[in-house]
């Protein structure tokens, strides 16, 4: 499993939705989600007909103000030392609100090839950010238990941020957050190499490994946990495993479990699914190869064909180049 293919549709229908909905008639309203002087925070939420369904649909952007005035692109690509967000127009996404004087921020370039996720502070008088993760992929939150955030970084690398005291923790791989109490969470991966599934007990302080149990793929079924609330993935934690902390970590399948188990037949099954799924991405990337290898041997001839000298073919007068 890897963070792009969640965050590519997500960031695709972005920016496939939000130029629909902009083209039909709606309205926009305003509503303050934090004021610390000197930083000020405005929701924009425009509410659109969407004429193909006959429904209004919502868009929300987030405005930055610093002394009264609309942080600039300009103004916020030098908070974030990064020339990069310069380039193209930058929407500020996704607001998580940590305190009374700091926030999230979630922002993107208007083509969505650049993201950034930050902290915004305000103090002394001024405003100050902390850049958190840049990536080519998503920088938007994902389901975090209530006081944290997760997000991923370009390597798809889990990022677990505490809102307070604010902290960021990275941990190692692509992990789905089930829980966490103090400085031990629970996590969750698809090790689709392995074949298995993987529940770990980690302390985050030092990416330390304390407990892990791991679930055959032929023999359990994937839960649907992508997109399950923090909620829906601290119960399917508790419903199956027995979790400690003290007086040692410990992580016990339960006899009472409610996993969903899969036959010999249906391993089979996705085991072809898999393969022929394999199959036609090395034809793709292939191709892809292919078609690159001809653009750049076309320009290396045409590049070469525009070197030789001029043949001149007028008897007395010199070659011209």
């Excluded at 309203?29 to 509410?47: F, G, I």
């Excluded at 055959?216 to 997109?227: F, Q």
């Amino acid at each position: 499993m890897s963070a792009s293919i969640s965050a590519l549709s997500r960031m695709a229908t972005l920016l496939f939705v939000v130029p629909l909905l902009l083209g039909a008639c709606g309205r926009t309203s305003r509503e303050t989600v934090l004021s610390a002087d000197p930083l000020k925070v405005v929701a924009v939420t425009q509410s659109t007909l969407d004429i193909n369904v006959s429904e209004y649909r919502k868009y929300t952007r987030y405005d930055l103000y610093v002394d009264g005035e609309k942080l600039s692109d300009g103004g916020f690509a030098a908070l974030l030392q990064d020339p990069d967000a310069l380039k193209d127009p930058v929407v500020h996404s996704d607001v998580v609100v940590l305190d009374e004087s700091s926030i999230l921020l979630a922002s993107h370039n208007d083509t969505g090839a650049r993201c950034w996720a930050t902290r915004l502070s305000a103090s002394g008088g001024e405003v100050h950010l902390q850049k958190i993760m840049k990536s080519s992929i998503d920088c938007a939150p994902d389901p975090a238990p209530p006081g944290w955030s997760a997000f991923y970084d370009e390597g798809s690398n889990l990022l677990l941020v505490r809102h307070t005291p604010f902290h960021v923790y990275p941990i190692a791989g692509y992990w789905y957050v089930l829980w966490i109490q103090g400085d031990v969470v629970a996590v969750y991966q698809k090790d689709r190499e392995q074949e298995r599934l993987v529940v770990r007990l980690a302390r985050m302080s030092s990416q330390q490994a304390l407990a892990e149990q791991i679930l055959p793929m032929d023999t359990y079924a994937e839960p649907d946990l992508m997109n399950a609330s923090p909620q829906l993935r601290q119960q399917w934690l508790m419903d199956n495993f027995a979790v400690a902390t003290a007086p040692a970590a410990s992580l016990q399948l339960r006899a009472d479990n409610r996993l969903q188990t899969i036959s010999p037949e249906t391993w089979a099954e996705y085991k072809e699914i898999d393969r022929l799924n394999r199959e036609e991405d090395a034809r793709d990337q292939a191709a892809a190869a292919a078609r690159e290898r001809a653009f750049y041997e076309k320009v290396l001839k045409e590049e070469a064909e525009r070197q030789k000298p001029a043949v001149n073919t007028t008897p007395g007068l010199p070659t011209q180049r």
